[in-house]
């Protein structure tokens, strides 16, 4: 006999299916009235993010607050040893001491140059930048300038001297590191993110770090903190190169840190 519901299943199948054309269709506006399309379409396109590696990006934007808003094409990683040579201000020797075993781990040559009290100006007008490039023979660089200058009333002063790093710098792929502001800078992050290329700049301001004694530079270990969410954040960077992280076997690494006396 035949079931007094087939006319009931058939309405709801043939409703469902407009239902499902409608939600992947674009938005169907008719007399200036738009029908709203049931989010189906975006629950059925969704996929695992621990294979997607979403679940990292998440992790890094928590490193980095703010870090990267442009959104970059897929790179494929350099998995050539680099030369690498991180040079800047104070800050540079912690960030070394982690940074030397990221190197030893992933087959990298690590030198760093440690200026205290050194600027983006210093660096600009010193041909020292273009000299351990050559004595080096960089190939990768990090940059960690810009916390002599958080407080500066017009960062933009400073653009110049920015551009010269880079215009050094070259061809060399290379990561600046933003500050690691303990107060409220005057817009010397957002110069130095637009000034940079796309995926090169890493924001460190809004990370939380233990400071010394000072209130200014943060401790080795967290330092050390530091440079993880560097690495973590690297391979979603415009150049980004093996970063495994190192193992615990690595305790004790040389570190190649030249130490420049700062100027008067």
Partial sequence: MKSNYTGIWFLLVFA??????????????????????????????QYDDTESGFGDQLLAQADSVGTSSVELNPVVVDSLPKSILLFGDSMTFNLAQRLSKYARQNGHDLHSINWDSSNTKIWAETDTLSHYI????????????????????????RLPYVKKILATIGDIPYVWIGPPNWNEDTKINDMLEATCAPGTFFRSQGMEFKRKKDNIHPTRASSALWMDSIMRWLPKSAHPILADLPDDSLDKVPNKVLFLKALN
């Fill in 16 to 45: 469902l299916a407009g239902v499902m054309v409608i939600s992947f269709s674009e938005d169907i506006s008719i007399h200036g009235w738009t029908i709203k399309k049931a989010p189906f379409a975006e629950a059925l396109m």
């Fill in 134 to 157: 050559h004595e080096y023979k960089a190939d990768y660089i990090f940059i960690s300038l810009g916390s002599n200058e958080v407080y500066f009333k017009n960062p933009d002063k």
